[in-house]
């Protein structure tokens, strides 16, 4: 059990620092690779309305960039409160780490092209997956 929760405390752990990761990525200065530089202006050009606003394609990525960091930084400080609230019993524990398993895997199947996200999300569905694998293990040790 206590190799199990280590695990979940990585996971954890590195959920939020992918997350801060990919917060301040939407704000780096890009590189000068011209394949890049055209899709971000053919971006740029193309926009629409809605709300009373003018929106371009850029700016709703980066909207959603900024919105995914937020989202690991809060799924990675759940899993903190859930690990270490003594309160919640252990099938809360259960319930959160394949919920974020299966949120890591959904993420990762749709974020494949960003090399930063890949291999931060693989090193965190290991985490949680290592972590299962040792609690279940554990659990069915002790009857």
């Given at each position: 059990m206590k190799k199990a929760k280590i695990f979940y405390l990585i996971g954890?752990?590195?959920?939020?620092?992918?997350?801060?990761?990919?917060?301040?990525?939407?704000?780096?200065?890009k590189g000068l690779d011209i394949q890049r530089s055209l899709v971000e202006q053919a971006m740029k050009e193309y926009s629409f309305s809605?709300?009373?606003?003018?929106y371009s394609?850029?700016?709703v990525m980066q909207c959603w960039g900024v919105f995914f960091g937020v989202l690991m930084l809060?799924?990675?400080?759940l899993n903190l409160l859930i690990l270490f609230e003594s309160l919640l019993p252990v099938s809360m524990i259960r319930f959160s780490?394949?919920?974020i398993a299966g949120l890591v895997i959904l993420i990762f199947a749709g974020a494949i092209y960003v090399p930063f996200t890949a291999?931060?999300?693989?090193?965190?569905?290991?985490?949680?997956?290592?972590?299962a694998?040792?609690?279940y293990k554990k659990k069915k040790e002790n009857g």
């Open positions: 954890s752990i590195l959920l939020i620092l992918v997350g801060v990761g990919h917060f301040f990525g939407q704000f780096e200065p809605g709300f009373g606003f003018q394609m850029i700016d809060v799924f990675g400080a780490l394949f919920n291999v931060g999300f693989s090193v965190v569905l290991l985490c949680f997956v290592v972590s694998v040792l609690f």
